[in-house]
Nanobody, 128 residues
């Protein structure tokens, strides 16, 4: 079992920045990947970014590429999502998730069904 706790919720103006954290407990994450997804009001859950825990390979949705940065601190068992140049369209509840073991590519990491553990979500609101 893996427990995930997100933090970093906030209200930020357009063009601003925010960093989310996801602390994992329960077991080591080597061999797994951790991702961020988001769900905006009235929309489907969508992939944001993923990082493989051991090697640190990153994947991003086109909508956030160049603005968001995913990273991890293996010693702290914590992943981060640094969000810059935030837009109102980034307003959503953000969830971190841990994948099952497997071979990762940009298609695999973008599918929510490939993640077995989910955090409770943290609200990000971008508004002036």
């Amino acid at each position: 079992q893996v427990q995930l706790v997100e933090s970093g919720a906030g209200l930020v103006q357009p063009g601003g920045s925010l960093t989310l954290s996801c602390a994992a407990s329960g077991r080591t994450l080597d061999g797994y990947a951790m991702g961020w997804f988001r769900r905006a009001p009235g929309k489907e859950r969508e992939f944001v970014a993923t990082i493989t825990w051991g090697v640190g390979i990153t994947y991003y949705a086109d909508s956030v590429k160049g603005r968001f940065t995913i990273s991890r601190d293996r010693a702290k068992n914590t992943a981060y999502l640094r969000m810059d140049s935030l837009e109102p369209e980034d307003t959503a509840v953000y969830y971190c998730a841990v994948s099952g073991r497997g071979v990762y590519d940009k298609v695999v990491v973008a599918k929510p069904e490939n993640y077995n553990y989910w955090g409770q979500g943290t609200q990000v609101t971008v508004s002036s």
